[in-house]
């Protein structure tokens, strides 16, 4: 069945407890913003809103990773009190007094990260209702993702659903010419949907260290650049997609390759200008430092200025280069997922979602 989402549900049943799973796991607050919509409805109809989330990857308890900041950060974002509870039984007597209450990060049990549905349903016994507003964890099967479904009815958040709606839109017919532009680190990660879109995708145009990894499979002497060397079989299969445009020349730092060159630049901004449907996931170079920034910002300048195109980017490193210089507004959609959003496009079942659509109630 299709997700209910917290808007299309009665406000009449929006006013028990609401247990709110957000993604506070970013280096800004970003994701919290993004969420600040489904907040504010919850605010108007619940009598106490839980909210679930995480920081890191914590063994054990780490004050660093604490989300009492976070809990800070929202009140001020909202402008209206939140409570933080370092635990669950101090969480109950909160919530009895109404209002926003943050949960200490979830991460520092042990049975949210294994989906235990023991821990799951002692979160589910502080609510009446669950509603998943994290879209950037919904890829994990975790407790507070997953299993709590099972144990209340389970709607989607206001920001979930722009996500899958703006993802759904290159899923199904998107308007051609469509291109995948694509770096980070491992091509491995991406095989997918490389895989996914092999003949729906006009281009391809690859930078970055997986750029490096391509063009050492075709002979390149890459020297001493980032590649990716245990690569599963099917990634050499790429090499024989003809939409694949890999970088023509690459900006060395000594004797690694930092950036694509200027002929590259040109290359992939000319099939941008072209395109009616853009994803962007992966910086093209060291965009941290000036000297090697170029290719980043070239590429989000020439889909900036694509007007007639419905364009998507998103990932930690691409939302950062894109606000850096100053495009994030300009897309069609930045999304609040990187591994989630490449997983979705892949054609994967994420866990979050599966959750949501089985356990509407």
């Not at 280096?27 to 106490?48: F, Q």
């Not at 300048?301 to 195109?309: L, T």
């Amino acid at each position: 069945m299709p997700i209910r989402y917290v808007d299309e549900v009665n406000p009449a049943k929006l006013r028990g407890v609401a247990l709110l799973r957000l993604d506070f796991n970013a280096e800004d607050d970003w994701r919290m913003r993004a969420a600040l919509p489904t907040v504010r409805l919850l605010m108007r109809h619940a009598r106490a809103v839980l909210v679930l989330s995480h920081r890191g990857r914590p063994k054990g308890r780490d004050p660093k990773l604490s989300l009492r900041r976070d809990a800070v950060h929202l009140s001020r974002l909202i402008g209206a009190s939140v409570r933080f509870a370092q635990n669950m039984a101090s969480a109950r007597r909160m919530l009895a007094a109404g209002g926003i209450v943050v949960l200490e990060n979830l991460r520092f049990e042990k049975g949210e990260e294994k989906n235990d549905p023991v821990f799951a349903k002692r979160l589910a016994a502080l609510g009446d209702y669950y509603v998943n507003d994290a879209f950037p964890v919904s890829h994990r099967a975790n407790a507070s993702v997953a299993a709590v479904t099972r144990f209340l009815p389970s709607h989607g958040g206001l920001s979930l659903k722009e996500e899958l709606r703006n993802l759904s839109r290159v899923m199904r017919r998107p308007r051609r010419p469509l291109v995948m532009i694509f770096g980070g680190a491992k091509i491995s990660d991406k095989l997918g949907i490389f895989i996914r879109f092999r003949r729906a995708a006009d281009r391809f145009l690859v930078g970055g260290a997986l750029a490096n990894t391509l063009l050492a499979l075709r002979g390149m002497d890459m020297r001493e650049s980032l590649v990716e060397k245990k690569l599963p079989k099917k990634v050499r299969a790429i090499l024989g997609y003809r939409n694949v445009l890999v970088p023509e020349d690459v900006v060395w730092h000594g004797r690694r390759a930092f950036d694509i060159g200027g002929r590259s630049i040109r290359l992939f901004s000319k099939e941008i200008a072209k395109a009616r449907t853009i994803v962007w996931n992966g910086p093209m170079g060291v965009f941290e430092n000036r000297s090697y920034a170029k290719g980043t910002k070239a590429v989000g300048a020439a889909i900036a200025k694509n007007r007639k195109a419905f364009s998507l980017a998103g990932g930690g490193e691409t939302v950062t280069a894109l606000k850096k210089f100053g495009f994030d507004k300009r897309l069609s959609f930045v999304s609040t997922g990187g591994g989630a959003m490449l997983e979705f496009l892949s054609g994967k079942k994420l866990p979050g979602i599966v959750a949501l659509e089985k356990n509407r109630k």
